[in-house]
């Protein structure tokens, strides 16, 4: 005999799918459906990254470690998602508290209407769309991060990390550089131009990287060959989902299917394919073979320094930032490698030194003429922007840094240590903190640990 709760729940189901009482909120006059398709498209590229960086990274670790590589990414969209509908968007684009943080009147998304705009974000989309545009951001910053710490970071010490970075370091600088009247931004004291996150996605991620390899030391391998990557067209395949979903990561940042998003497209795409090019013939020259993997990390330096530029910069100043970054990202690496610490799939060579040129040259090469809502760089009779680049990147570099070790500190406190044990990296992250294998031939004589 079934329990009287059992026989009350399809009548509770049918209930909940009746109507409400209260009238749906008719659209808003000022929402444009045009505008509004092409955000929640950018808005679906932009998650579609994440993924992208996973195959990326999960393709140059061992493969040994493939899967733990890929949950880290993973583990974000899910964890970051619930946190930015909590309290996140709140504290980023809320309303402004000395140009630095939110308050918490947007926390549950109270107020962030599904039929209105924020004539202070997007004033032709719902805000709705806004913050779910803004929401694939906060998912992949953290996730980027994730490569400075490959196969050897505990997974819940990963897990607090991400959560509480995204709360301490993530949310103040976005609110700095997007939110309304924010310090950095346009509206605020600084203003500094930051089209599609160089400061608080790139500057940031690719800092916060660094030190946290450097807190995490080196990897234990048997030599230079064990570190080699597994599986580089699986990297590939993430490189071109990562390009593919840069488009909207950039044209999105226009807020409307206009011209602003057309000439934003273009310039990412073109900073992508110069960067990769400039990258395959440098490599060409000293080495003497062009490598596939050389190929893709220019195109991602490209894409990295074209983000905060994308909506101010002309093609043939595109071109000329991407193959730039190529350059900047490609010795970084090479400086990496003689000072000796393993920021094992190099994010602060690739995200944080490109990015770092990526807002210096907003700051030399943006113009009216293609934004008439910015300001002009240095080479269009406005030095002071180049200045204001400066602060702004300077700015993401000191927050990230010292947020990122206080964060590692606390989080280390928390978990009994932030790197798992010699054993179990000797053995793989995938089976000992996860119980799987990413390949059948690693699981002969992998230990038995009573899953199904």
């Known amino acids: 005999m079934k329990r009287p709760v059992l026989r009350l729940a399809p009548a509770a189901l049918a209930l909940l799918c009746l109507p409400g009482?209260?009238?749906?909120?008719p659209p808003s006059s000022a929402v444009n459906s045009g505008d509004t398709c092409w955000m929640l498209l950018a808005t679906a590229l932009v998650f579609f990254m994440t993924p992208g960086l996973a195959l990326f990274y999960g393709g140059l670790v061992r493969g040994k470690n493939v899967l733990s590589v890929l949950m880290q990414s993973f583990v974000a969209a899910g964890l970051v998602s619930v946190l930015w509908v909590l309290v996140g968007?709140?504290?980023?684009?809320?309303?402004?508290?000395?140009?630095v943080i939110g308050d918490l009147s947007w926390a549950g998304l109270r107020g962030v209407s599904m039929y209105a705009p924020n004539p202070d974000y997007a004033p032709t989309v719902p805000h709705q769309v806004y913050m779910l545009y803004q929401m694939m951001f906060a998912i992949i910053t953290p996730a980027l991060i994730s490569g400075a710490v490959v196969e050897r970071m505990k997974f819940s010490a990963y897990f607090l990390f991400i959560l509480l970075w995204s709360l301490i370091v993530y949310a103040p600088l976005a609110h700095m550089i997007w939110g309304a009247h924010g310090l950095l931004g346009m509206t605020g004291r600084v203003r500094a131009l930051d089209f599609a996150g160089g400061t608080v996605v790139e500057t940031a991620s690719g800092v916060s990287a660094l030190v946290m390899a450097l807190l995490l030391g080196r990897r234990r391998a048997n030599g230079p060959e064990d570190l080699?990557?597994?599986?580089?067209?699986?990297?590939?395949?993430?490189?071109a989902i990562l390009w593919f979903g840069w488009f909207g990561f950039n044209a999105g940042g226009a807020g409307s299917a206009g011209p602003l998003a057309v000439s934003a497209f273009l310039a990412t795409h073109l900073a992508g394919a110069a960067a990769a090019l400039t990258w395959l013939l440098l490599e060409w020259?000293?080495?003497?073979?062009?490598?596939?993997?050389?190929?893709?990390?220019?195109?991602?330096?490209g894409l990295v320094a074209i983000t905060p530029a994308a909506g101010y910069l002309r093609p043939l100043e595109a071109l000329l930032t991407g193959s730039i970054a190529a350059l900047v990202s490609f010795y970084a690496i090479k400086m990496k490698t003689r000072l000796g610490y393993d920021d094992s799939l190099d994010v602060f060579a690739v995200h944080g030194c490109a990015g770092i040129w990526g807002l210096l040259a907003t700051g030399l090469f943006a113009t009216v003429a293609v934004n008439a809502a910015a300001a002009d760089g240095l080479f269009n009779g406005n030095p002071a922007q180049l200045a204001r680049q400066a602060i702004a990147a300077l700015t993401a570099i000191v927050v990230s840094g010292v947020g990122t070790f206080v964060v590692a500190r606390i989080v280390g406190l928390i978990t009994g240590g932030l790197r798992a044990s010699s054993d179990d990296e000797e053995n793989g992250l995938d089976v000992t903190e996860h119980g799987e294998v990413g390949y059948s031939s690693d699981s002969a004589g992998a230990p038995a640990l009573g899953i199904d």
């Not at 968007?89 to 140009?99: E, I, K, R, T």
């Not at 490598?291 to 991602?300: E, N, Q, Y």
């Open 228 to 239: 080699r990557p597994h599986n580089l067209p699986l990297a590939l395949v993430g490189t």
């Open 21 to 25: 009482t209260a009238q749906a909120a």
């Open 285 to 301: 020259a000293l080495y003497k073979k062009p490598s596939i993997l050389g190929f893709a990390s220019g195109a991602i330096a």
């Open 89 to 99: 968007y709140s504290l980023a684009f809320g309303p402004d508290h000395g140009g």
